[in-house]
């Protein structure tokens, strides 16, 4: 299959599923037997058992494991597992003293939990360094008291999904969303033409706390200080705060499936989005725009891309540190990632985001290289998850008009100072 149909293949795979629940689609096998093994002709030199988040981040890691079992006679055993099985299953397993799981992927806001745990083996100490071609800013978690204990392996990053359509009749040509300002127009319109305006994700309080953070960030405005002490109730967040109930009062609320299926029929112009969620096809309706950081035209530029990168690391544990590295260590070459990129893959390495074949192919990987340029990594804390939830439980308020945005901040400041 070309570059292209990969890419419309799974496309198309995702329409079809969300709009018929009774449909099955065939799904790779990749030389998998019925018990999870792959039938080989040799004797394996270590099995290893990799812990993954399941969609398109595990899949294109066992796209690429075909060619390292055959070179190297390590079999790698794929459990694909939900954001929170991932998390906490990962995370207790850390207290055995011979693991279940040899490599697995990492959420960066879960690093300091981890590290507190030691639940990730130290890299350096088996000789692996991140090299020059990852994206630098993407690289910030993945280190501890100096040394390499992750590798940022797949580029999920916050980027404005927007309708083409919409935003031309606008009065907005592709590349030309360049501030808070360009958005909220184009909401407007489409909402005065009886469209959905900005769409965004209310199922749970940490989408609620992700969606609002390019906004936020846009304002110069952030969830903590660097001591890591909450900044709920400043001028900042209250202008962004603010600023964000307009916006979304050109749209509504809706499922991350519901919100890309909108975009892609003009029913919505535009929304946060996440480039491991579906990937805008060659002259579709549907495009990628990195969030510039401006609130209007002439206003200061500020980080504001939010990173969702999933790094891959080796548990402590492993009963096989060496061939877990190794592993690790191909997964992050530069030509087995660019590989991954048609079939949905989004490499942290220059190499593969500027490449200009890749970018004839796939030109929504440039404002995706952007994005990851000017990404930050949510508060590094052990307790986050408690604290994306009082904050999102308080802006859940807020958003529904229960409380003014003063009094929503101010309560979520004094619960958040408690935690």
């Excluded at 055993?77 to 939900?82: C, S, W």
Aim: proline content about 4%; charged content about 20%.
């Amino acid at each position: 299959m070309s570059n292209s149909g990969s890419k419309k293949f799974l496309n198309r795979k995702f329409m079809a599923l969300f709009l018929s629940a009774a449909l099955v689609l065939p799904t790779a096998s990749c030389g998998k037997s019925e018990e999870g093994h792959r039938e080989v002709e040799w004797e394996p030199e270590a099995t290893l058992t990799l812990a993954l988040r399941e969609g398109t981040y595990a899949d294109v890691i066992e796209e690429s494991l075909i060619d390292f079992e055959e070179q190297t006679h390590i079999l790698c055993e794929v459990q694909k597992l939900g954001e929170d099985e991932l998390h906490s299953g990962v995370a207790e397993d850390a207290a055995n003293e011979t693991g279940a799981y040899d490599l697995c992927m990492v959420d960066g806001s879960w690093m300091a939990e981890y590290t507190a745990k030691d639940v990730l083996l130290n890299l350096s100490e088996y000789g692996y360094a991140l090299d020059e071609d990852i994206i630098p800013a993407t690289t910030k978690v993945c280190y501890h008291n100096g040394d390499v204990y992750l590798a940022p392996y797949y580029g999920n990053v916050t980027i404005l999904l927007y309708n083409i359509r919409l935003a031309q009749a606008a009065g907005y040509e592709k590349g030309e969303i360049g501030s808070l300002d360009d958005m909220m127009k184009i909401c407007e319109y489409a909402h005065q033409h009886r469209n959905i305006g900005f769409i965004y994700r209310g199922d749970t309080e940490n989408n609620i706390v992700v969606d609002f953070l390019p906004v936020l960030l846009s304002f110069g405005g952030w969830v903590v200080d660097e001591n890591n002490a909450p900044t709920v109730d400043t001028p900042e967040f209250r202008a962004a705060m603010e600023y964000y109930l307009q916006l979304i009062a050109t749209g509504k609320a809706e499922s991350k499936d519901n919100l890309i299926l909108a975009i892609l029929n003009q029913a919505a112009a535009m929304g946060v989005g996440w480039p491991g969620w579906y990937t805008p096809e060659r002259n579709g309706q549907a495009e990628y725009a990195a969030i510039t950081g401006k609130v209007h035209a002439d206003s200061v530029s500020y980080n504001a891309n939010v990173y969702g990168i999933w790094t891959i690391g080796v548990t402590g544990n492993s009963k096989n540190k060496e061939a877990a590295v190794q592993l690790l260590t191909y997964l992050m070459n530069p030509e087995v990632q660019k590989k991954t990129v048609p079939s949905g893959g989004v490499p942290c390495r220059y190499s593969s985001l500027r490449d200009p074949g890749i970018l004839q192919e796939f030109p929504q990987y440039e404002p995706v290289c952007k994005a990851l340029e000017s990404g930050v990594y949510r508060p590094i804390m052990e307790n986050w998850s408690e604290f994306y939830t009082i904050l999102g439980t308080h802006m859940r308020g807020i958003l529904s008009c229960e409380v003014s945005v003063e009094d929503g901040l101010k309560a979520a400041q004094a619960e958040l100072e408690k935690l």
